[in-house]
């Protein structure tokens, strides 16, 4: 469904051009500084000709692209005059992160030149009719997943010109009381025995992580031990963190050790009453490896889950999720009193 833009719709995109044409402004000053200081006679100088040059046209011809573009969408919506509306349920929000690392470039001799470089974008977007809208964060963080939404988008930039709940999944959702883990009420949280399948899973959860804290213990410990051996340990002075981070990373691992030892001689497992408040989808983009996660926000923490329990699982659901004392590991949950494990 489409409707006329409003004045309102209009001054919001007359204002992203204002903002397009400020960051156009400091691209320029930023760009034409680099040239006129650095690579202005760099191919007199230097014994790479004119490769510079080119690079950074190239990289200048990039952010110029890019900003013709941003403005031309805007305008583009001004002249059309109309935008997109969409009403509906939200069936799931995903999150989606991009890293890509550059390096510098090589030279003739071997050597490679200007270090890495690792830029991270976030794109959000929110589910409705079976159509996967991209939207900006304000409203991403806002909506929750079974929220019955209204919202309009311009139809070129994709900007966001104006969103409202009509209804929210769970009436009281908004208004449940969120606590941390240690202000959590009492009266939400009992113990119960541990089952052995409960041990095996905690018992693999600890190996799992010790490891990870040894593995971490003996690269801080490998200079330290290694000078103070060789008899070079005022050289530590120079390294000043790295004794304090290891004697803190042992003092971890020796915590770690005796949590666990109480839980094993108390025998016991919290049962924690919760409500699902929210769902989160994230895609991880990495240099081309690419992987998934799924979440659910509770009243008492964020926990991460398998696609199929995702699934399963509603905004407004009571779960009772059954946590390792001491550790604050969660090893699995139940729903209508149907017990699904997560570790």
Not at 248 to 259: E, G
Request: hydrophobic share 40%; charged share 25%.
């Amino acid at each position: 469904m489409q409707k006329p833009l409003t004045p309102k719709d209009k001054k919001i995109l007359r204002k992203k051009l204002i903002f397009v044409a400020f960051f156009a402004a400091i691209a320029i000053a930023i760009f034409y500084m680099i040239y006129s200081s650095v690579l202005k006679d760099f191919s007199k100088s230097d014994g790479f000709g004119y490769i510079p040059l080119i690079i950074f046209g190239v990289f200048g011809l990039f952010f110029a692209g890019v900003i013709v573009f941003i403005a031309w969408s805007n305008i583009q919506d001004i002249k059309i005059g109309v935008k997109n509306c969409f009403e509906g349920v939200v069936e799931d929000k995903r999150l989606n992160i991009s890293q890509s690392t550059s390096h510098g470039r090589s030279t003739a001799g071997g050597r490679r030149t200007g270090g890495s470089r690792t830029s991270t974008k976030r794109d959000y977007y929110i589910t409705v009719a079976g159509t996967e809208h991209n939207v900006e964060y304000p409203m991403y963080s806002k909506v929750s997943v079974g929220d019955e939404i209204y919202f309009e988008i311009a139809p070129k930039s994709n900007a966001l010109l104006h969103y409202e709940i009509l209804e929210e999944a769970v009436d009281e959702q908004k208004h449940v009381q969120r606590y941390s883990r240690k202000t959590y009420p009492d009266s939400k949280i009992r113990k119960a025995p541990l089952t052995a399948r409960d041990k095996d899973f905690v018992k693999r959860f600890y190996n799992k992580k010790l490891r990870s804290r040894l593995i971490g213990i003996a690269f801080f410990a490998f200079p330290v031990v290694g000078l103070l051996v060789s008899n070079l340990g005022g050289l530590l002075v120079f390294l000043f963190p790295l004794p304090l981070i290891l004697i803190y990373r042992l003092y971890k691992l020796i915590r770690f050790y005796m949590n666990y030892q109480k839980f094993v001689s108390e025998g016991r497992k919290k049962l924690i009453t919760t409500q699902i408040t929210d769902k989160l989808f994230t895609t991880m983009s990495r240099n081309g490896a690419k992987s998934q996660k799924r979440a659910i926000k509770t009243t008492y923490g964020s926990l991460s889950v398998s696609e199929d329990i995702y699934q399963k699982l509603h905004t407004g659901d009571e779960i009772i999720l059954h946590e390792a004392p001491y550790l604050s590991h969660v090893i699995g949950f139940s729903l209508d009193e149907v017990y699904y494990p997560l570790t």
